[in-house]
């Protein structure tokens, strides 16, 4: 009887065992098929092995399209060719960049549009010893178009802030000093000593006057065809070094064109930002900016030789200002970095992708 009954015994369980792993099966690709998440295993050679539906969706690639190629089709260039670099780097030191770890990125559907999205990657051995890496992709479209429509009424909000201290306060301010400069003269030809103290309101009058202009030009930058960027960083280097008696030189050489206002606008909302930082947190007497354009994509630095920033983690040290630097550049699904400068201060480094930007060879520069 014992002899008989451990064979059935051994089937049930083989058996048992097969069911639990056909049910287990069953659960993953439940899971893979129903994931609002675009789920892609690829190999050490970066090659797609398999991917979920939600990839093809959000992706608007066929499965067939996908398996077996370089899942750097996924990417647009500079980001293809730093995928690659970071995976064989990896490979070859062990040093972890990307993996465990979620961060934003761009990528790229197949009919060439681009659209941020959050990245996580994890990598398993397999037990005969080969590796695969699974990424989990979530589009972010909905929420960056959210964000957008915001920053897009606050710049609209700025706007109207800037035109009513221009048309309203700088006027009324104007006015003012005619004013007072007539009562001047008037005391001055009466012999009056109050006239020295009316001198003084005048030039009080007329320094505040300036600076409620360059307030409104901050506030209200014209950005409106490719070369504009240049034109208002230009015009914010020079009011820079007008207001708080500093270098402020910008050079752009060879002149980049930025064909895209809402870009320009936010790359330019940086470096203001950047040299307010510089100003009065990092107390800097120089301040470089500095716009150019490689391999389609559009570089600006911001370098100062102040005392440096105390945190240069995005979004920590000086509070709101670097959280909102960073934001801009993840907006427009670049990147921003900020960390101590080689020879002393902070460097400040934003890197925006711009495809088919024209650049031409004019030289253009503010010593």
């Given at each position: 009887m014992?002899?008989?009954?451990?064979?059935?015994?051994e089937k049930?369980?083989l058996?048992?065992?097969?069911?639990e792993?056909?049910a287990?099966?069953?659960r993953l690709r439940g899971?893979?098929?129903?994931a609002?998440n675009?789920?892609?295993t690829?190999?050490?050679?970066?090659?797609?092995?398999?991917?979920?539906?939600?990839t093809?969706r959000?992706f608007?690639?066929a499965?067939e399209?996908l398996?077996?190629?370089?899942?750097?089709?996924?990417?647009?260039?500079?980001?293809?060719?730093?995928?690659?670099?970071?995976?064989?780097?990896?490979?070859?030191?062990g040093?972890?960049?990307i993996?465990?770890?979620?961060?934003?990125?761009?990528?790229?559907?197949k009919?060439?549009?681009?659209?941020s999205?959050d990245l996580s990657?994890?990598?398993?051995?397999?037990?005969d010893?080969?590796?695969v890496?699974?990424?989990i992709i979530r589009?972010?479209?909905?929420?960056?178009?959210?964000e957008e429509?915001?920053?897009?009424?606050?710049e609209?909000e700025?706007?109207?802030?800037?035109?009513d201290?221009?048309?309203?306060?700088?006027?009324q301010?104007?006015?003012?000093?005619?004013?007072?400069?007539?009562?001047?003269?008037?005391l001055?030809?009466a012999g009056?000593p109050?006239?020295?103290?009316?001198?003084?309101?005048v030039?009080?009058?007329?320094?505040?006057?300036?600076r409620?202009?360059?307030?409104s030009?901050?506030?209200?930058?014209?950005v409106?065809?490719?070369a504009g960027?240049?034109?208002?960083?230009?015009?914010?280097a020079?009011?820079?070094e007008?207001?708080?008696?500093?270098?402020?030189?910008?050079?752009?050489d060879p002149?980049?064109k930025?064909?895209d206002?809402?870009?320009a606008i936010q790359?330019?909302r940086?470096?203001?930002e950047?040299?307010a930082?510089a100003?009065?947190?990092?107390?800097?007497?120089?301040?470089?900016?500095?716009?150019?354009?490689?391999?389609?994509?559009?570089?600006l630095?911001?370098r100062?030789n102040?005392?440096?920033?105390?945190d240069?983690?995005?979004g920590?040290?000086?509070?709101?200002?670097?959280?909102t630097?960073?934001?801009?550049a993840?907006m427009?699904?670049?990147?921003?970095?900020v960390?101590q400068d080689?020879f002393?201060?902070t460097l400040v480094?934003?890197?925006?992708p711009?495809?088919?930007?024209?650049?031409d060879?004019v030289?253009?520069?503010?010593?």
């Amino acid at each position: 009887m014992t002899g008989k009954s451990e064979p059935a015994t051994e089937k049930q369980e083989l058996r048992q065992m097969r069911e639990e792993v056909s049910a287990s099966h069953e659960r993953l690709r439940g899971v893979m098929e129903t994931a609002v998440n675009a789920i892609i295993t690829m190999n050490e050679d970066r090659i797609i092995e398999t991917i979920n539906p939600a990839t093809q969706r959000i992706f608007g690639y066929a499965e067939e399209e996908l398996i077996g190629k370089n899942i750097r089709m996924l990417m647009p260039a500079p980001f293809a060719e730093n995928h690659d670099r970071y995976v064989k780097n990896y490979l070859k030191t062990g040093e972890k960049k990307i993996i465990g770890i979620g961060r934003e990125a761009v990528a790229m559907r197949k009919d060439g549009s681009l659209f941020s999205i959050d990245l996580s990657i994890g990598e398993v051995i397999l037990p005969d010893k080969r590796r695969v890496f699974t990424g989990i992709i979530r589009d972010l479209s909905d929420r960056k178009e959210l964000e957008e429509k915001i920053l897009r009424i606050s710049e609209e909000e700025q706007h109207r802030i800037g035109q009513d201290i221009h048309d309203d306060l700088c006027q009324q301010l104007a006015a003012i000093g005619c004013m007072a400069k007539v009562s001047h003269q008037q005391l001055m030809r009466a012999g009056s000593p109050e006239a020295e103290n009316l001198a003084e309101i005048v030039r009080l009058i007329t320094g505040a006057n300036t600076r409620a202009r360059e307030m409104s030009r901050g506030l209200m930058p014209v950005v409106l065809d490719s070369a504009g960027l240049m034109d208002a960083l230009d015009e914010l280097a020079s009011s820079t070094e007008r207001v708080f008696r500093v270098s402020c030189p910008f050079r752009c050489d060879p002149p980049v064109k930025v064909k895209d206002n809402t870009v320009a606008i936010q790359v330019y909302r940086i470096a203001q930002e950047a040299v307010a930082n510089a100003i009065k947190h990092s107390k800097a007497d120089r301040i470089e900016l500095t716009l150019s354009l490689a391999g389609g994509t559009l570089m600006l630095t911001i370098r100062d030789n102040g005392i440096g920033i105390p945190d240069h983690s995005p979004g920590k040290g000086t509070g709101m200002g670097l959280l909102t630097m960073n934001h801009r550049a993840r907006m427009m699904g670049g990147t921003l970095t900020v960390e101590q400068d080689d020879f002393g201060g902070t460097l400040v480094l934003c890197q925006v992708p711009v495809p088919n930007t024209p650049k031409d060879r004019v030289v253009r520069q503010k010593k």
